[in-house]
Structure formats: C-alpha cells, structure tokens
C-alpha cells in the first residue's frame, strides 16, 4: 500500500512537470520499433575529427535502459572508464586511463562544464533521462574538446539531428531505500519549429541497511545516514528551420540537486554536510549548409549558485560558490575539397567565479581559442589528420596538437588507428586563488599520449560482430597536487609529479537476430598501468596511483523475444585499488551484478513498458570509495507509457 | 549449450564474489620485553589508514600490527598511545573513539564510541578508574550542546555503563596533558592548569609569560618533568621552562626560526636533556646548564625541505627517534634513530634486503610510545 502511494505520488509528480529542453528521442526503443519519423533534413552535423583515435558512442539503448540513472552508473557499467563514488546519489568523477578526474573534460552538446574552479564534474548530477547520445572521446581524439582533457573526455547531450515526430513520454520508477523517480517527455512540431520538452525528478532516503565490521570491536548493522538527497530539472530545445539549409537550435537546462553528503563509517559522526545547486544551462546555435561548405555559430552561458554547508563538530561553515561562464565559438568546415576536409573554430570563453574561498571575491579567467583542422585522403583507403590548436589562458598562449591516422586493411572489415597528441591543463581558479594556500605560480600539467588500435566489424546475415583492441602509452608532467606548507596548516598546490600510464582497452559487441529472437553480447576490459615517476626518493616512485583499478571490465548480455518481453543481465568487475601511494594500502575488488526483466504491450500508436530491475543481485558488500559502502541488493519496478 | 554457459559464468561469478579477508593470523607479537617502541600512525584524514607498527630491540618491524590481530583497521586518525594498567588507550580522531587494546595480545578489549562530536586526542590516567581525554575541537556548534571539552571516562571495561562520566568546558582545543602531583597541566592555546580535587572549568587557572598572559602550547608538545620537577615545553616562539608549584614561567628561550604551531618535543628518560624540533631542524637544551640552543644537533635532509619532521621521541636509551614524511606523498613514513652527536645509530633491513638507516612506519607516523 505504502508502495502503491508512492507510485501515485510519482505519477503527479510527473504530470505536474513541463518544461523546457528538446531532445532528439528515437521512439523508445530505436531498435525494436518501427520508426517513421521526420528528420529535419537541411543540415549535416559538423563532424568530429581524430579519425585515428579512440571514439565510442554509448548504445542509444543503453540511454533508454538506465533512463532513470544517472550518468556515473551507467558509464560504471558499460564503459571502460573509472568512475569514483561516494555512493548513490553522491559525488561521482570519472577518469580516463589512468589519469585523474581533473584530466576528463566534459561537454554538453560541445560546451565544457568542468568546473573553473574545481576542474572535476559530478557525473550524479546528470540525469540519463536528459540525453540522447553519450559519446566518450579516449585519449588523444579528446584533443579535439580543447585543453584539459589529458586523460579523455565525455560529451553527451541531444542528437545531431533533431526528431520532428510528436512524442509524449511519461515514466515512474520505485525502488529500494525509497527511491522515487518521475520524467515526462513531450515533443511536437508546428510549421518549421519543434518543441522538446523534458522534466526529471528523483528522490530518495539513500537509507540502505549494510553491516559495519570495521568501526568497532562488535560488528553491528546500521543504516546509512545522511545520504538522503533530491534532484531535478527541467530541459528545453527549440529547432527552427526556415529553409532546408538552415537551422536555429536554443536548448535551455535547469538542473536543482539537493544532497546530504555522506560520511566514511569509519568517522563516527552526527554532523551534517550538505550540498545544494542551482545550475542553467544555456546554448543558442545556428547551423547552415551550403554546398561542401558548413558553417555554425555557437553561444552560450552557464550559470551556476552552490552553496555547501559543514557542520563537523566545532566546526560549521556555510561555503558560497556562483558561477558564471559565456561561451561564443564559431566552426567552418568544408569538405571533400580534392582529397582535403579542412575545418576553423574560433573561440572565447569567460568563466567568472566568486567564492567565499577566494575571500569573497570575483575571479575572471578569459579563454581565446583557435583551432585548426585536416584530413587528407592519401588513398581511399589511407588516411591522416592533423589537428592543432592555440589558445590563450589569462594571457599566457599555449600550443596543443593531435595528429592521427587510420588504414583500411580489408575495407571496413578491418582497421588499423594510431594517433599522437600533446595536451596541457592550466591549473584551475582553486588551484590559483585559494585563500590561503592558492599558488599562482602554477605551471600547466602537460601530456604526451600515444595510442594504436585494430578494429574489425563484421555482418553475416544474422550475425553481427564488433572488436577492437587498443594499446595506448601516455607522460604527464608537472601533475599539479595539494600538499601541507611548512607550517603544516595551510596546504597549496604544487607541480611535481611524473606520471607514465600505459595500457589497453578491449571492446566486443556479438549481435545474433534469429527469428523472433535477438541476442545482444556486449563487454568492454581495460588494463591500466598508471604509475609515479616522479623519483622524490619515496616509496610511490614506479608505484599504480591510488584509486586507479589495473584491471576493470564489464559484459552484458540482453535477450529480446518477438520485441515485446526482454531479460538483461549486466557484470561488472572492479579491481583492487590502492589507497596509499606505495601500494601499502589498498580497497577490495569487487563484481555487481544487475538484472533487468520487462515486457512491452502496444495499442496503435501506444505502448506501456514495465520493467523490473534487481541491481546488485549477490548482495554483496562493496565500496567505490573506501569505507564508503555502496548499496547492496536494491530493486526497482520501471513503468513507462509512450504515446 | 548456452544455458549450461550461462549458469557456469553465474556460478564463477558466485564463488568468486566472496569478500576479500585481509587477516593474517601468523602475526606474532613480540613479548613486552623484545618490544622497544610502539609507533602509532594517523593515516590519511578520511581514509581509514591509521596503523600501530612494533619494533623490537633486534629491529623486527611489524606492521599494521592492529589489523593483522584484530581483522579490522584501527580507525580514522588514531592521535597518541597511553599504557594504564595492562592496556593500550589509543584515541582515535576523527573516529571518536577510543580503542583500547591489551598490551601483550594488542586485542580490542573495547571500542569506547565517545557519541559526540568531540575530537579525542591524548589520555592521562587519573587514578582508579578514571580517565581524562583532551579534544581538539575548538568552539561549540552554533545552537547545539556541544563544545570543546575535556571528557572524563569511566574505563570499567565490560560493563554497562555511562562511558562519560561529566565533561569540562575549554572552549578552546586541548593537547597534551601531564599529572604532576595534585595538578592536571593541559596544553592547548593556554596552557591549563586544574586541582585534581577540583576538576572543574570555574576552577582552572593558566600558566601565564612574563607579560602576565596566557600563552599557548604546541599541538604535539609533550609537558616534560626535568630531573628537579621543572615543566619543559615548547611555544609557537620559544622553550620555556615552567615551576609547577608557583604556576610561573621561570625562564623562556627564544630560537631563532621557531615559530611552528608544529613542534615537537620529548625529554630522555633522565629527565636532563629536552629536545624538541623546528623544522627539519632538532635542538636540544641541557636543563642543568640550560641555554638558547645556537645550532642544531640534527639537521637531516637539510637540502630536501620536501621531507619534513613530523613526530619527536626520545628512547629509553637516549637516543632521538625522528619521523620523516614526505608531503604529499601518502607513503609509509621513516623512522630513523640519532645519537646527541646527530649519528645515525640503527640500520634496518628493508623488505630488499638492502640495509637502510630508517625504518618505515604507518601513513604519517605521529606518536611513539617507548616500552
């Protein structure tokens, strides 16, 4: 009964949402659906470049399945990147081949959120629900995001082509520990404008039941306390197209997240942490095509208010943070001009942070950009890219480059990629102006990388297969950390370390359709080698960095029968990380696995999907963070009606 | 087929899901009479790598001597080691709670969860079955009942009972402590003095300078005894030298670059010489002659300012055992041990087998305590 309740009470919620935000949605379920949708059709997107790197766009299945997820869990289980939480709901960063979270940039339909003055991005606080494409740029092909993303970066947002079709989504969600989730989606097209419309909202209690063996003599079970937390947003996209050629996008997202922030179990703590934000979200764009040419004019602002408040024994603080960035950036691409595509961007960022920690006061860091991009064909089956940029941080110019190239060994059915890059990350406005300790002789941390790969699709009838292997070998120098100053109470930023980080990264997907039958094998395996070389004379110098695992991988396995009933079950498998620097200390390996069972009924143009979900099935115990437990068997019932 | 291999990968998935055991029950522990030194590590703040390490007087080294024993790590930021009786009471930061460990088997004999949000830092035993924990916390909570306080706990272990008996407000943190006869000495940002009769925050008095003031004691300053009954300690500027009986500064000697909330200090066991750190630097100070010290007697690393002193002891021998960390480098802290002529007079095996004038503790080693 009590659950009933909140299902209604979700339900309301859900209606009671619309707002703002356009989405390019395939009808859920792109695969398992017939389609018949209107693109708007004048535009090709402004493609990426780094063809000899590492891309990997996320299934826009996957997107539908972890819809009411947020970012971090799903990359967590279907990507090879390393995501580091503090637990459902919590602060979560993610890294790239063994880097740090400062080294992953990350984008919202091209535009850099990374915070200017943290550097780092908490993947919980973006709603699945809100995209429509994740893609995750490794290594070098990070380049092309601009500087600071050494390790990789992640972009996700809406689809390059705008859906025109009228849509209306509505989808509740509850689960364990008093979790809530409520979003709707409504979409229309009149004359040359659509509208996408989208609202989100969860809630829980976090409060879930774990046994603590490590506080004290008595192993005792408790709940976890202050986790509770509460977000949600609204997203709006407006397409305009007033010919065929043109396009006028503006996308508008509010994101709200209201969190208690958890303790370790081992600090026996009854204070309180919490953290509320208030981001929006803007990006005007216009697109147009003429011929081989491709021009888009791209601006937009990013506001953001944070306000974390500690309440740690005698010690309480209200920590003010607003943020605000204005971002104007042009592309022109042209295309198939002999052998050559060639592409401009110019851009300008200003970020303008005012901070309690920076004595009250307004920071401004002004960005100029200029990039330029080519890709020549030397043979239909051999080709290279260059891509070079120049950019101007606070007045200082700095040069980053990626030079790529790919051979078509058997047409598509086999691929050879190697690239190189060089990347520097300016030391953010913390890192600068933290009062006390903001060292603002900072030098940038600079980074070679190095990556080759082989790749092989192949289609038979009813099988498809999908594999690539990639060796990459990356120096990063003057690695920017925060140590204690002689006098012990105030800790400032220095460069020293030395960091070399080599590895691999498999990835297979197995497609078997056979009658009414689809079978879906998918997993991913990385292997990093990410190690101290700094040589202070200490016990860290050859030693992995703490917290990035050597080994991760992840398989999921999905059954589809006659498009209406499905099973999906997902493993995921962490390796041991170390918590001290001389690999003395370190946290448990661990596997989740997940299960998901639904069925689909359709009625003319609707359709209800109810779905089942059983994260964390062995009910193990396991951590992220150390001493930062992570649920343990938690499930979730999924309604969604699509009209 | 396929459904033979799927339940094969659930069942691998099974069995080797179980949770990893970090326990090593081979772990001996070496009796009372081989252990010289008990090293007790803060770890990482929020990351639970606090740590005992035991070294014998053949330079046997053991780590993580709490976990191996008790198949759980000690805590977050362990502070200080106090023997009372048969048992080791370690304060445990930002745990809140004091661990307290039989001396010779080194098991919990009890978790005292303290409940508060007081942050305990050293323990003096007060006579029968009492005790006095300091707290650095420094001021009370905007409209909450705690404040900073000294705690004193009832240690009849095993029973049910009310672990605080009563809590004396300070309103400021509170260090190291030292019972000298009738009087309990409180460091801290004054240095507090208390009736042991008179346990009370209306009743205490400051140790005051020459200007008449309350001054304030280095966070990790022991309050040493001299041979004559005389107090040593270290300031944020200077030594000074203390009578207990009038509560007066008698003499203050000022070194040059002291000035560290940091310090450290310790006095050998004939209660002569004081020692105590600034920097990398170690001074001493002849309490029967006693003079500014002109230079230092150990000036180790003087050229890697990145490796820092981090904890001070003197050993039962007379010798200066010096924690060096190097920051921002979470690693096992090192141990070395110096003559007054500032030589090295202990070399260890490492686990190469290479000889090395240290040997490696816990995560910031910061408190030795010598048997």
Redesign the interface.
Known sequence: MKYLYKIVISLIIIFSFSSVQAQTEEKENIRHYEINETTISANKPIEKTSIGSKVTQMDSTLLIKNKANDLATLLTRHSTINIKSLGQGALSTASFRGTSSNHTQVLWNGISLNSASLGSFDFSQVPVYFTDKVTLYHGSSAQQSGSGALGGSVDFGSNDKPVTKPYFSLLSEYGSNNTATGAGTIRFTKKKLTSSTKGYYQQSDNDYRYLN??????PFYENRKNAAYKQGGVMQELFYNPTEKDILNLMTWYQYDNKELPQ?I??????KETLVSNNVRIIGSYQTNRGINQFKLTMANLWGKMNHKR??????DLSKNKNNSFVTRIDYRIDNIYKWDLGLTANYRNDMVKSSSYDGKAIHRNTYTARGFAMYRITPKLHFDLDATAECVDKKLYGIYNISGRYFLINQYLILKASNAYNHRTPTLNDLYWAPGGNPNLKPETGFSWDASISSSITTGIFDLYFEALYYHMNINDWI?????????IWSP?N?SKVNSQGSELTAKMTVNYKKTNHILSGNYTFAHSVDNSN?????QGKQL?YIPRNKWNID?EFWYNNTFWINAN?SFTD?RF????E??YT????Q?NAEIGCMLSLKSHQLKLSCKLDNI?N??YEST??YPMPLRMWRLQLNYVF | MKYKF?LTMVTI??V??C??V?TDSSVIIPSSTELRAIVVSEG?F????GSLTTVTHDQQVT?DVFKKI?N??L??IPQSLTQIGDNYYIPVN????IEVIDSKSFK?V??M???T???PMYVEHLGGDSIIVSDQ??????GSS???SLMILDINHGTDRQIIRRRIKMNFPTFQMKLIGKKLFVSGAELSVFDLDNLNASARRFVKNAENKPFSICDFSKICIDKRGLIWALTPGSVVCIDPNTEKIINEYFVDGL????GNSDIDKDGRYFYFNS?TKVYSIDTDNPSTPSKPIINHNNN?????TYALGVTKENTVMIVRV???????GRVFEYDRSGNIVKYYLDSEGRNQPYF?AG?FPHYIHFL
């Not at chain 1, 950390?481 to 109470?489: E, Q, R, S």
């Not at chain 1, 918590?579 to 001389?582: G, I, K, L, N, R």
């Not at chain 1, 448990?588 to 596997?591: D, E, L, P, S, V």
């Not at chain 2, 916390?137 to 905007?142: D, V």
């Open positions: 063996k490590v506080f004290s003599n008595k370790n081992l600090s026996n703590t009854t204070a309440n740690f024994g005698s010690f309480s950390m925060w140590i204690p100053t002689d006098n012990g109470y220095v020293f202070r004379g200490d016990d860290a703490p396995y493993c041991i918590t001290s620097a001389d003395e200390y448990n390996a661990y596997y696995l062995l193990s115990y150390q001493y | 799927l998935l099974i080797t899901s949770t990893q970090d990482q929020g990351y639970g790598t780590q008790n759980r790590v805590g977050d930002n745990s809140r709670k919990t009890e978790t969860v303290l409940n949000q007081i942050i916390s420094s001021s009370a909570i905007p705690e404040f900073s000035s560290s909330r940091w920097g890697d300012p990145e490796w820092t190097l920051f921002g480098s979470i690693t096992r490696r995560i």
